[in-house]
């Protein structure tokens, strides 16, 4: 069998990239990693999640719509419901938009809009979910 042993990365396509780059790193706790001009890479120190993001030549316009063919949106691993309800306060501070902590058959949600409204989930799985699916 060939194999995967993660996701490398994530990359998105944003009209402004100081205003992406504000948000990765001053909100969400990433660190630059790479900068080159119409490209950013950073990395989350703590978990090793990497977002890039890229503007292609100043030709990205318009929008996230998760109702359009692509993605539907990137959720990232939260440690637990009390995490997810720091993170509210956090995301209060910055005002950045957010959705109150929901439960789900499958764990608790928080989910936010990163600039361009590109929608982000923080999540925390429920155990007996991460079991069936034979991560626990």
Do not use: Y
Request: proline share 2%; aromatic share 6%.
């Amino acid at each position: 069998m060939r194999s995967i042993t993660g996701v490398s990365h994530v990359s998105l396509s944003v009209p402004d990239m100081e205003r992406a780059q504000w948000f990765w790193t001053t909100v969400m706790g990433f660190q630059v990693a790479i900068e080159v001009p119409g490209a950013t890479v950073c990395v989350h120190r703590g978990s090793g999640t990497v977002v890039g993001f890229r503007d292609h030549a100043g030709s990205v316009t318009g929008s996230f719509d998760e109702t359009r063919v692509g993605m539907d949106h990137v959720a990232l691993a939260v440690a637990s419901v009390a995490d997810l309800q720091e993170w509210t306060a956090w995301l209060d501070q910055h005002d950045v938009e957010h959705s109150e902590v929901v439960e789900s058959d499958l764990g608790h949600h928080l989910n936010l809009r990163a600039p361009d409204r590109i929608a982000v989930e923080l999540f925390v799985l429920r155990s007996e979910v991460a079991v069936a699916l034979g991560l626990g």
